[in-house]
């Protein structure tokens, strides 16, 4: 669409009151910053990397006008009934640029893929967190996080891998690729989305986290779906690993996913231990564990909370506390090191994982009734 045309804005304003007239909540607004080009289409410089330099530098995204379009869409829902919400898949770089995209006269909130992509490890992820909230402070907007999607390795897969502490790998795994390793991921996994359920701000889940479910990593060729695929001469397997439809039941051809039994995509073996009917209300499973903090996150208001940070004794420990109103939580997670000793004096609320009686293991996190002392410097 051209941007530049009057006309095509005419006609998506008339798509967002169609949809907004049938009752819908909001709008997810795919590629946010892609709308509008450099004058004079400019080549792209192939040396760019997508996912570290500053996304600007790439002639197609975040582009100065692609904010006309939002502030033209925020004064449109604004002024349609109901409570509409904007938010925007928008892969921006640094934190700073796409903070813009959450001005008061912009969008409502953009996903965080900057904190998706944070290695596995304590001081990236404190960097991380102190980075993203800080972005957005200035607009009064509340920050995202988000750790799955469509568009990515699965985290449950991604953190087994044993480069994890290091990078993050977004590009599909084929069955050639080395296997991450399945029970460090799902334990990484665990510990990392009960982490990002304690931050400040909304957190966002992707179909088939709350089961655990891994990338299927081991799809034939024949089977691939992706245009990634073919458009790259099978160079890049793409996203079809984390598109796998979900497992409802243990048994059939499609897990449940279809009463015809045809399913667009395999599921691996693994997806049938994972199913839904087998994790719904048992103790420790990961489907159980998710609704578990997701419902303390909304009695405990920690979406809504200040975070502060909190001085304990090992660095490979991400400490802080969470508070509203008062009611203070505090968030434990061991990412290395051979784990660390839980406070005596605070009640445990949740864990991601078994606790070894007062220590909190590696890749685990655990919420706390209380409040620590907030640290003096800052991570």
Known sequence: LDWTNPEVADELDDVLRFWAGRGVDGFRIDVAHGMVKADGLPDLDLSLDLYRDETRRFPM????????VHQRWRRLVDELPGDLMLCGEAWVEPPAALALYVRPDE???????????????????????????ASVAPYGAPQTWVLSNHDVVRHATRLGRSDATVEVVTEGIGPD????????GLRRARAATA??????????LYQGEELGLPDA????????????WERSGHARRGRDGC?????????????????????WLPQPDVYRTLAAELQDGVEGSTLELYRHLVRLRRERRLGRGELTWVDVPDADVVAFTTTH??????VLTTVAGTGTALPPDLEVLASSGPLDGSTLPPDT???LAGALAPSATAP
């Open 243 to 263: 598109r796998v439809p979900v497992p409802w039941e243990a048994t059939g051809a499609s897990c449940g996913f279809s009463p015809t039994g045809a399913s």
């Open 195 to 204: 982490l990002m359920l304690a931050l400040p701000g909304s957190a966002y």
């Open 325 to 330: 109103d008062g009611l203070a939580t505090t």
């Open 61 to 68: 995204w975040d582009q100065p006008g692609v904010h006309d």
């Open 365 to 367: 996190t655990v919420w």
């Open 107 to 133: 969008l409502h909130q953009t996903f965080n893929f900057g904190y998706l992509m944070t290695p596995w490890n304590a001081t990236a992820q404190r960097e991380a967190i102190t980075s993203s909230l």
């Open 217 to 228: 990593t081991r799809l034939a060729d024949d089977d691939l779906r992706d245009p990634t």
């Open 177 to 184: 690729d080395p296997q991450p390793d399945a029970d460090l």
